[in-house]
């Protein structure tokens, strides 16, 4: 039977947790943390009103199973000033159905950023196996700025709406990114040097104080294995079961995460012009891979000359380049994708029964995260440059990825970036192909995670792992049932004729 991966490129939602009556106290933060005094401030007593909370459960909201329950939590908005102003911090809670067995609990994360969370035990409670789920209460939170957890909302436009665009609308580009700055600065302020990476890792660390718990368990999907690594580097002595799901690479946040999709997107297109022309007898895009790339570009220039109309919606050239690209890396998707743009473009493509797709998540947090996690170029005119040079480097997507973004535009952020780098174990799980976090970000992350152990699904397609593959499915869940690593990495084989399915829950950003 097809299982449903639990967080594909897609992502999931919000609620989560329970806290005996002995609260714990805050952990330390890691020496090799590049500490500061806020990092550090986790341990001091300004924090412990924060430990002591006692989460009040109730019912999450209609429509909504009654044993999921939720309850929120206060946070300093700024860490470095714990007596300062407050912020809540929504959770969500589904407790083992066997608390003998009960190990303590698996905090999650579905990615982003901006990804709300608080439904995600519902996902993990559907997805994991019972010698799992007996073992934690299952964990969910929306994180600082998303959500029910005192939200940024910038009041953006749909034009706004939109982090990557093309190179040929530099001009206006740069002024809806300058707009959107602009729009945060006034709604939010002063909570926008506090909406981080690092803070949200904080986050956790006082919802485990509240939870009366020792340690974590964790499990995080995309930008959430960036959450979870930040963890580890934080609080080395209160990580203790983490796996890590289509990694990215720390060093690279952000600005460098999305300038790889470009020429990852470049190898992925040689894959699939291979695949494709291999089998012209069902698309008909050439019998070469020469061939099938001329195909495809001879789509990109006649959109450019007369936009193709695919339900009902038009796109030029670079809305065909934005929409294949992801699709590349599953190969069968984009040739039926690139065939159903041929047949539009000659007026024979049929009418699609679809459901009607969810509204475009607001980036007001996303934006938020991207810009507030580490410095970006002041100038406009860096951006121009490496836009026009990516983008005869990296036909397909360069433009796109070296974009000018709102960051352009932000206030420098308060704190430096955390640096990881530590023993901490952890497993991390990885497909060969994946549109959003590419194989060699999660090769970095393990190398700057020196305790933690990797599953390499080999020719494995898509953005999200677990769930899809037996193999790397029976490491996670080894390793969240026992504590085990693996002896050594891992690789697994793809599953045969493997068809990826996409949650039904909205994206949370672009890196999903």
Known sequence: MQRRPLVPLLAV??????????????????????????????DAEPL??????????????????????????????????????????????????????????????PGGPGGPGLEMPLELERQLPRQVK????????????????????????????????????????????????????????????????????????????????????YYGVSYGTALGA????????????????????????????????APEAERAFQ??????????????????PAEVGKSFWALVARADRDPIVIDGVPLDGAGVREQVRPNLFTVRDAA???????????????????????????????????????????????????????ADRYPLYGDFASGVLPCAFWDR?????TEVNNTVPALIVQNEWDSQTPLVTAQALHGQMKGSRMVTVDEGEGHGVYGTNPCADFAANSYLATGKLPAADVTCRATPGERRVTSSLPAPGPLG
């Open 336 to 390: 039926r994708q690139v065939v159903r743009l041929k047949e539009a473009a000659g007026g024979r493509a049929k009418a699609q029964d679809l459901p009607e797709p969810p509204p475009e998540p607001d980036v007001s947090a996303t934006v938020s995260v991207v810009c507030g996690d580490s410095s970006w170029p002041r100038d406009p005119e860096t951006y121009r440059r490496d836009s026009v040079r990516d």
């Open 48 to 109: 412990r009103p924060y430990a002591r909370q006692k989460p009040v459960w109730g019912k999450c909201g209609a429509g909504t199973p009654a044993a999921l329950r939720c309850a929120t939590l206060k946070v300093p908005l700024d860490y470095r000033d714990p007596g300062g102003k407050k912020i809540d911090i929504a959770i969500s809670r589904l407790k083992t159905s066997a608390p003998g067995k009960r190990h303590g609990v698996l905090l999650s994360n």
């Open 271 to 288: 894959r699939w012009t291979k695949w494709t022309a291999a089998r012209d007898a069902t698309y008909r895009l050439g019998d070469t």
């Open 134 to 217: 007996d073992r934690y209460d299952l964990i969910g939170f929306d994180p600082r700025g998303v959500g029910r957890s005192t939200p940024v909302q910038c009041g953006l436009s749909p034009e706004e709406n939109v982090l990557l665009r093309p190179l040929r609308t530099f001009d206006k580009n740069v002024a809806l990114a300058r707009s959107v700055a602009d729009k945060c600065r006034a709604k939010a302020g002063d909570k926008l040097p506090h909406i981080t990476t690092r803070n949200t890792a904080r986050d956790m660390d006082v919802l485990r104080a509240a939870l009366g718990e020792r340690k974590i368990s």
């Open 230 to 261: 930040v963890y580890t580097q934080l609080f080395p002595r209160r990580a203790d079961r983490f796996v890590l799901d289509s990694a990215i690479d720390p060093k690279l946040m952000w600005r460098g995460m999305f300038r790889i999709w």
């Open 13 to 42: 939602s919000v609620m989560a947790a329970l806290a005996p009556a002995l609260a714990a106290a805050p952990a330390t933060a890691s020496p090799s943390a590049r500490s500061t005094p806020a990092s550090a401030a986790a």
């Open 413 to 417: 952020p308060v704190e430096p970036a």
